[in-house]
């Protein structure tokens, strides 16, 4: 009988841990999960491979590589497998409700300063400075996405396209992340044949697949149909948008923020821009992912046009279309991770998403950028294409000297979230005292 142990492609099987240990450490990840998804999965590894013996260090590569293939928040995923191989379905979920309560409580708290408090001049000097922060921390996260990313030609072409078809075509953004991923897949070399066999131990490696997906496809969707039926139209369309915007979420956060702005600014005209950059400049002060600024977004539409209650019905239904699924995709695939993480054909269609995506946060940047500096934009419509251009007559003087200020406040707070966010507000102050 083989010793499945023995191979370096196998993970063991977890230690048995108690469950209040459980909830001790990955309470304590959701507390401390500042600083985006590589400050978060740094956590992870520390507390979970380095600082006790619960995963390998293969295998939570190996789940890492797994998450970042799937739609939505790859922490939150990382966090819930994690749960899920130590202490199986129950252990995932509260790993991931972890995860994301603990910021899910503190956006809901910013929701309600923001709606009493964010018209008062000094707020909107401070908050100008914000949004000049915003703007230099995408184009961050675009450079660092750019140098992992890009690697030849066809990368380069991929990134070219995803902005092309967002910012001059005004293409949806789930047509761009199937399109890169086909072509990713059939450009794909085959890989030499494996064993074949279940690999790696998984506790609930015979739980039946059919039976996972409508439990859990049920719980996510059904909800939202009897929404529909029976709910306010608002939270029925918040509802279905951020599910369907849970489906697309490849790349992570920013990759769909510029859809998610312009629909929700745009089409369903729930918020402003400013409101929908100020909702990121406060998501990214917040533990746990990014995408947590659905749930602003949600709140804070529904006070704009019920007051309370309907902001806290609108922040769960938000949630709840936005997470449910992350559970449904670590419950689906778990006990087959591994032979998953290591297909040719998905590895390659990932790999052509983030190349894409490249694309898509330079649209975002370009976006928030116009909108920061100035006042009015004019849409230019042409045979196909749609064409921003800004007015330079409103052009924001403060703004602009903020936007400038950014990149050198970044550097001098080493990149700490925790610093720039207040540093940049404070100026925004400062600068409505002297212009």
Known sequence: MTDMSADPEISPAPPQIAMANLIRVFGRIGLLSFGGPAAQIALMHKELVEDRPWLSEAGFLRALSFCMMLPGPEAMQLATYAGWRLRGGIGGLIAGLLFVLPGALVIAALVFLYVNFGTQPVVQAAFLGIKAAVVAIVLQALQRLGKKALHGVTDYGLAAFGFVALFLFGLPFPLVVLAAALIGALGARPAPPSPAGPIGHGPEAATPFWSTLLIWGG?????????????????????????????????????????????????????????????????????????????????????????????????????????????????????????????????????????????????????????????????????????????????????????????????????????????????????????
């Not at 009897?226 to 915007?245: E, V």
């Not at 330079?392 to 001098?412: F, Q, R, Y």
Request: glycine share 8%; net charge neutral; hydrophobic share 65%.
């Open 219 to 435: 719980l996510w969707l059904l909800p939202l149909a009897a929404l529909s039926l029976f709910g306010p139209q608002l939270l029925a369309d918040i509802g279905w948008f951020f599910a369907k915007l849970a489906v697309v979420t490849f790349g992570g956060a920013y990759a769909v923020l510029a859809y998610m702005s312009q629909t929700v600014v745009g089409q369903y005209q729930w918020i402003d821009t400013g409101q929908m950059i100020d909702a990121l400049g406060l998501a990214e002060t917040t533990p746990g992912p990014l995408i947590l600024v659905t749930q602003f977004v949600a709140m804070l539409a529904g006070a704009l046009a019920s007051g309370a209650w309907m902001a806290i019905a609108a922040g769960l239904v938000a949630l709840w279309a936005t997470f449910l699924p992350c559970f449904l995709w670590i419950f689906l695939a778990a006990p087959h991770v591994e032979r998953i993480a290591s297909h040719p054909r998905l590895g390659a269609a990932l790999r052509a998403i983030t190349a894409a995506v490249v694309g898509v946060i330079l649209n975002l940047s370009v976006w928030f950028l116009l909108h920061v500096l100035f006042r009015e934009i004019a849409v230019l419509e042409l045979p196909a294409l749609t064409l921003m251009m800004p007015v330079m007559a409103s052009l924001n003087v403060s703004a602009a000297l903020l936007v400038l200020a950014a990149p050198v406040v970044a550097l001098a707070c080493g990149g700490r979230l925790a610093l720039i966010l207040p540093v940049m507000g404070g100026l925004g102050i400062l600068l409505a005292q002297v212009i």
